[in-house]
């Protein structure tokens, strides 16, 4: 059985409900750059480092979260499975691969992505 190994800090997810307003206030008062932008979120830039703020208007449990990116998120969500642990989010799809929200032994989400379907055009986080 192969073990989830957690690579980095991809993005911190951040629920809101006015994409455009929410961008310029990251972006004005907190020093971040607009990445990409489609109908539903908006990746902002961080300055010393390639993780990404992203702001999305999507009704995701959990609303905000950190996302650790993983090598295969369904490989990832099935390890976790067969050591015993809960799979809370079983893996689904997202514009740049997939995404699952397993849970530790002690009741915290683990959100975890994959870039298999490639990394957003202008994006930081490639990888």
């Known amino acids: 059985m192969s073990e989830v190994r957690l690579r980095k800090i991809d993005?911190?997810?951040?629920?809101?409900?006015?994409l455009a307003a929410a961008s310029r206030f990251y972006a004005e008062r907190?020093?971040?750059?607009?990445?990409?932008?489609?109908?539903?979120?908006?990746?902002m830039g961080l300055p010393e480092t390639d993780a990404e703020v992203?702001?999305?208007?999507?009704?995701?449990?959990p609303?905000?979260?950190?996302?650790y990116l993983v090598e295969d998120v369904?490989?990832?969500a099935a390890s976790w499975r067969e050591s015993g642990l809960e799979v809370r989010t079983e893996p689904f799809e997202i514009a740049v691969g997939w995404c699952a929200?397993?849970?530790d032994p002690?009741?915290?989400a683990v959100c975890v992505l994959d870039l298999t379907g490639g990394a957003r055009s202008g994006s930081a986080a490639s990888g």
Not at 30 to 43: K, N, T, V
Not at 54 to 61: F, G, I, Q, R, S
Not at 63 to 67: G, N, S
């Open 101 to 103: 929200i397993l849970a």
């Open 30 to 43: 907190l020093g971040l750059r607009e990445l990409w932008r489609d109908e539903s979120s908006a990746g």
């Open 11 to 18: 993005c911190v997810l951040v629920r809101v409900d006015d």
């Open 74 to 76: 369904r490989a990832a």
């Open 54 to 61: 992203v702001l999305h208007t999507m009704d995701l449990p």
């Open 106 to 108: 002690f009741g915290n």
């Open 63 to 67: 609303a905000h979260a950190v996302h």
